[in-house]
T-cell receptor, first 113, second 114 residues
């Protein structure tokens, strides 16, 4: 069974530039999560989708971050414009609806210079 | 508010020695508890989970954890550490009801000496 796929794996940008990350969840997993993991900290949930609807985006900085999951499968997380403090690993996870175990992708390491 | 505390930022053990990583949580209801491991450049891999029932749970790679409600703890243990266990370990609590949100601790980085 294929796992959660993410791309790119690494990205370096200048501050004020924009960047996008892509995630493809495990087949059949209707619930998709984006986490931000700053160096030295645990992952923090940014946004959660159930199919193509947002169910929790309370921790998403909406002035610069956006995410979509148009067809209820893959998802894109965008940052525009990026700030230095956005340097982090962005993890995507997925799960079956109602199941509590989340499966994580390898993450995208973002460096903002 | 829900929270998870991992008191040890770094731990170093010798190969073959026993290991215990501490985790304390703050949550008003029955918690769902997890331990994940993250190797360098990798995502998080589930080691084990506790939902209910037997408070001693077995996981992959020879790990086990014990849920102690009276101490609000869910410590991870392994009787004999291998060099390949060097990684970062995260404890997490799942918020019941609602949308399956996970709250993670800050992690414990494990180094293994030969």
């Amino acid at each position: 069974e294929a796992g959660v796929a993410q791309s790119p794996r690494y990205k370096i940008i200048e501050k004020r530039q924009s960047v996008a990350f892509w995630c493809n969840p495990i087949s059949g997993h209707a619930t998709l999560y984006w986490y931000q993991q700053i160096l030295g900290q645990g992952p923090k949930l940014l946004i959660q989708f159930q199919n193509n609807g947002v169910v929790d985006d309370s921790q998403l900085p909406k002035d610069r971050f956006s995410a979509e999951r148009l067809k209820g499968v893959d998802s894109t997380l965008k940052i525009q414009p990026a700030k230095l403090e956005d340097s982090a690993v962005y993890l995507c996870a997925s799960s079956f609806p109602g199941q509590r175990v989340q499966f994580f992708g390898p993450g995208t390491r973002l460096t903002v210079l | 508010a829900q929270s998870v505390t991992q008191p040890d930022i770094h731990i170093t053990v010798s190969e073959g020695a026993s290991l215990e990583l501490r985790c304390n949580y703050s949550y008003g209801a029955t918690p769902y508890l997890f331990w994940y491991v993250q190797s360098p450049g990798q995502g998080l891999q589930l080691l084990l989970k506790y939902f209910s029932g037997d408070t001693l749970v077995q996981g992959i790679k020879g790990f086990e954890a014990e849920f102690k409600r009276s101490q609000s703890s869910f410590n991870l243990r392994k009787p004999s550490v291998h060099w390949s266990d060097a990684a970062e370990y995260f404890c997490a609590v799942g918020v019941s009801g609602g949308y399956n949100k996970l709250i993670f601790g800050a992690g414990t980085r494990l180094a293994v000496h030969p």
